[in-house]
């Protein structure tokens, strides 16, 4: 059999190959041709997976080392007996990692106005969702969800508006799919949201889909003032990005969000099951091996003059240092894919220790509910 993968995921070399003919190649390269004769596509955002790419070939499975899976035509495969599966979740620790990142940032920045006096708002509340929500409580902010198909399943939770969030929150932070049409509609909800009357002094960020924010819109919210920053991951047009945001965002990062090595490594070790579970490979319970560490794990902090919220903000930041991201891109903005592919070892709260010099209890209680060990 023969399996078609993207180059860029990781840790999978050497891994289908002694069960199968392997051809690595660039996702948004792969080509009609390429999988004629295959069995089976691993991918990621950049292979278009629709009639035009899968036609008359003999592909039986697609599986997307990704939350996301809006680049497979769904139906198409439906229609044609293609199973395909994507990777819920793998990515939700990562994510959580850069919003913390953002917060942090916001905290430095705005010293007058504490992240913990803050109320956050979450737009989507599933795997991703849930642990930005678990992130804004641990650090101290008031919380509100709003994810219409949970509340109107009657799932658990007390559920907001688009309106309440827009006068009530200093954050409003989107981790929906993408729905183009239909009754849960995402596409461009960021740009109907800020036509809402809003609270002063409000940031936006964007980590789920480039068509739920529109460049144009958050530029335009931003020249008019209706925001006061924005937060950047993921665009319309990618790559070709518009660099009038870029370089107005507060924070602009190049779809980067969910590439902590430990939301790679899941994602990679969800599609090698996938694909174990229905070809018979002996891999089911596989998962990279070796994941490397950073140089230092251990984080020394010492608490002297400082708020249990300043300590975290710190820890978060040596973890990720979101400004590198930032000026990375704005060096470059034709670097974008690059940016992604050579993206640099980042690991998650979880791998690291807070060793923190003259620590208060409600410190120790802060740093563990976001993952640090102590």
């Not at 050497?14 to 003919?21: K, N």
């Not at 003999?58 to 996301?68: D, N, R």
């Not at 791998?351 to 120790?364: F, G, M, Q, R």
Request: charged fraction near 20%.
């Amino acid at each position: 059999m023969k399996i078609v993968i993207d180059d860029k995921i990781p840790f999978i070399k050497g891994v289908f190959e002694p069960y199968a003919e392997v051809l690595y190649k660039s996702g948004a390269a792969i080509s009609a041709a390429d999988v004629h004769d295959a069995d089976a596509i691993i991918t990621r955002t950049r292979t278009k997976c629709n009639a035009a790419l899968l036609q008359g070939s003999k592909v039986s499975m697609i599986a997307t080392a990704t939350i996301g899976f809006d680049h497979i035509d769904t139906a198409y495969c439906n229609r044609n007996n293609i199973e395909w599966t994507n990777s819920p979740g793998c990515n939700s620790g990562s994510v959580k990692q850069y919003l913390g990142a953002v917060l942090a940032t916001l905290h430095t920045m705005y010293p007058h106005k504490p992240i913990n006096q803050c109320t956050l708002g979450v737009v989507g509340v599933g795997y991703v969702g849930t642990k930005v929500a678990s992130l804004g409580r641990a650090l101290g902010m008031t919380v509100l969800l709003n994810d219409p198909p949970r509340a109107d399943r009657g799932d658990a939770g007390e559920w907001h508006t688009l309106e309440q969030l827009a006068l009530q929150c200093d954050v409003v932070t989107f981790h929906t799919p993408l729905f183009t049409d239909g009754k849960y509609k995402t596409e461009g909800l960021a740009d109907r949201f800020l036509q809402l009357p809003s609270k002063p002094g409000q940031v936006l960020v964007n980590t789920s889909r480039g068509e739920v924010a529109s460049t144009s819109a958050v530029v335009s919210a931003l020249n008019t003032q209706r925001l006061a920053q924005a937060v950047i991951d993921v665009w319309d047009n990618e790559p070709d990005i518009l660099p009038e945001l870029a370089q107005k965002a507060l924070i602009a990062t190049p779809h980067i969000a969910g590439y902590s090595a430990d939301g790679k490594a899941m994602g990679t070790a969800m599609v090698v099951r996938a694909l174990s579970k229905k070809f018979g490979f002996p891999l089911l319970n596989w998962f990279p091996p070796n994941v490397p560490l950073p140089e230092n794990t251990t984080l020394t902090i010492d608490q002297t003059g400082l708020s249990p919220v300043d300590v975290a903000c710190r820890a978060i930041l040596a973890t990720y240092p979101i400004a590198g991201d930032v000026e990375r891109l704005r060096k470059d903005l034709s670097a974008f894919e690059y940016l992604r592919g050579a993206y640099p070892l980042r690991r998650e709260f979880e791998c690291y220790t807070a060793d923190v010099k003259n620590i208060l209890p409600e410190t120790a209680v802060v740093l563990q509910n976001l993952g640090f060990k102590i």
